[in-house]
């Protein structure tokens, strides 16, 4: 009786060995995210190290909430931005003030292993001074497109803008050597959560943030989402 009883025990134990060996654990799934816009599509993958912006940010894209949007922030060189439901109905040449969506994110900041590079998609936030936690805005978000650094002008970032609310923090060693050779906005690091990443599409980026803005960076021709699904 006690090998029979040993032998129903196992039975189960192998059973689920096997079947998680061919399983893949749910964190290891990155989703994915895909703007239809009147550019071109853009894919993004969304970053599990921060599961709070990655669950609300896939939240809004299955309630239809980005559909029809624009954007409505773009600055060369710099990134694009969209998210702000005041834009689904905006009158050309109006100003859309950023302030429509009061709902917020507790920030998830995980740098230094992710970092603002060309490319990577973060949360917008109001400022530091309204915003002493720097939580996120749980609507709008950017798209990193940045540039290169010289060692001057990284050198005048670490010692004037990272001062983070627990405390000062300097440039990475890693994050500065790959700004010195390639795109991004080191000068967010550490203050705005950056939650996913382009993977399809940067060329669709790059043709919205080098489109002609106005005085307030509102594209003079929408740019607009017209559909936002998780394809993963």
Known sequence: MKISGLRLLLVPIVALV???????????VRREVTFVTTKGDITVQLFNETPLHRDNFLQHVQSGYFDSLLFHRVIADFMIQSGDSTSRHAAPDVLIADESDTATVQAEFRYPAIFHRRGMLAAARTGDDVNPTQASSAAQFYIVWGKTYNDSLLDKIDSTMFVWT????????????????HPGTPHLDGSYTVFGQV???????????????DDNNRPIDDIRILKAMVIK
């Open 18 to 28: 096997i079947a998680s060996c061919g399983t893949k654990k749910t964190e290891d």
């Open 166 to 181: 627990h405390g000062r923090h300097h440039l990475d060693s890693v994050a500065r050597a790959y700004y010195r050779e």
């Open 199 to 213: 993977i399809a599409g940067l060329d669709v980026v790059d043709s919205i943030q080098s489109c002609p803005t």
